[in-house]
């Protein structure tokens, strides 16, 4: 029988890092370290010691260990405390904030802040940086606010003025003597220009106070057709011209059916 001359394979080499045990072969592996030459593994240690000497001699005070779990309150507390997070929210401090003009903040709005400071978890230097900015919005959007309403309640003034003619001064008295007996406040009476208007606040109480008997008041005796609005004028001149007997009158020349119709013409014109 012939005799078996193939050449035996050599054994693989051993690793260079030998046999260590299960923790430290992951810690390799992890990082690759095991499919390195050990001339790359050693300049690959040596760049990550020196990256750990770094923070080997850090202070104490500068190191910050964050919390794995994000449900871990206590850890995360300790965090924010160390970033400038007070441990209340009344302890954030903002009497240095105050308005363009000079006025403080308000006590409300104080507590306001500091609620919402402390749950974000601002750093004090951070909420304070933020209020500011929030006063500063709220003055821009304010005088914004002011200045429309101003426009507005220029226009709803014509707009009355338009309709009341040359009875504005005696109406408005009507109108606030109403206000006046129902016992209607300034907030009140705002509350009702913010929702219906300002034109259509005072006629709602130039009507009820003109019901009241207040426009004969004003007037001292019976009410004038002068002192009718434009949209009374229209509808009043609207019911005489379907009276027949009104409107035959009034083609015949009679004296008082030509002046009441001459009264309301101009009423409505605003002549």
């Known amino acids: 029988m012939a005799e078996d001359t193939t050449p035996i394979a050599p054994?693989?080499?051993?690793?260079?890092y030998g046999t260590p045990d299960s923790e430290t072969m992951g810690y390799l592996q992890n990082r690759g370290w095991d499919k390195l030459t050990p001339t790359e593994v050693a300049l690959a240690a040596t760049k990550a010691h020196?990256?750990?000497e770094k923070l080997i001699g850090a202070p104490q005070d500068q190191l910050l260990r964050m919390p794995k779990d994000l449900s871990d309150v206590e850890g995360w507390n300790k965090v924010h405390a160390r970033?400038?997070?007070?441990?209340?929210?009344?302890?954030?401090?903002?009497?240095?904030?105050?308005?363009?003009?000079?006025?403080?903040?308000?006590?409300?709005?104080?507590?306001?802040?500091?609620t919402m400071a402390k749950?974000?978890?601002?750093?004090?230097a951070t909420a304070q940086l933020l209020a500011q900015k929030l006063i500063k919005i709220s003055e821009t959007e304010g005088l914004k606010f002011s200045t429309e309403q101003a426009a507005k309640l220029a226009q709803e003034t014509e707009k009355l003025a338009a309709n009341?003619?040359?009875?504005m001064a005696t109406n408005k008295i009507v109108a606030d003597n109403a206000m006046a007996k129902f016992?209607?406040?300034?907030?009140?009476?705002?509350?009702?220009?913010?929702?219906i208007g300002y034109a259509a606040t005072m006629e709602m109480f130039?009507?009820?106070?003109?019901?009241?008997?207040?426009?004969?008041?004003?007037?001292?005796?019976?009410?004038?057709p002068g002192a009718l609005t434009k949209d009374e004028a229209t509808?009043?001149?609207?019911?005489?011209?379907?009276?027949?007997?009104?409107?035959?009158?009034?083609?015949?020349?009679?004296?008082?059916?030509?002046?009441?119709f001459n009264d309301l013409t101009r009423r409505m014109t605003g002549a």
């Open 11 to 16: 054994p693989p080499p051993e690793a260079w």
């Open 50 to 52: 020196r990256e750990a």
């Open 83 to 114: 970033l400038g997070v007070p441990e209340k929210a009344a302890d954030y401090d903002f009497t240095a904030i105050k308005f363009t003009d000079g006025r403080e903040v308000g006590a409300d709005e104080v507590t306001a802040l500091q």
């Open 119 to 124: 749950e974000l978890n601002l750093p004090k």
């Open 164 to 167: 009341w003619g040359a009875g």
């Open 183 to 195: 016992g209607i406040t300034s907030e009140q009476q705002s509350a009702l220009e913010k929702t």
């Open 206 to 224: 130039r009507s009820i106070g003109t019901s009241m008997g207040e426009d004969k008041f004003v007037r001292g005796g019976g009410p004038t």
């Open 235 to 260: 509808y009043k001149m609207d019911l005489l011209m379907k009276d027949r007997l009104w409107a035959d009158k009034l083609y015949k020349g009679d004296v008082l059916a030509v002046q009441e």
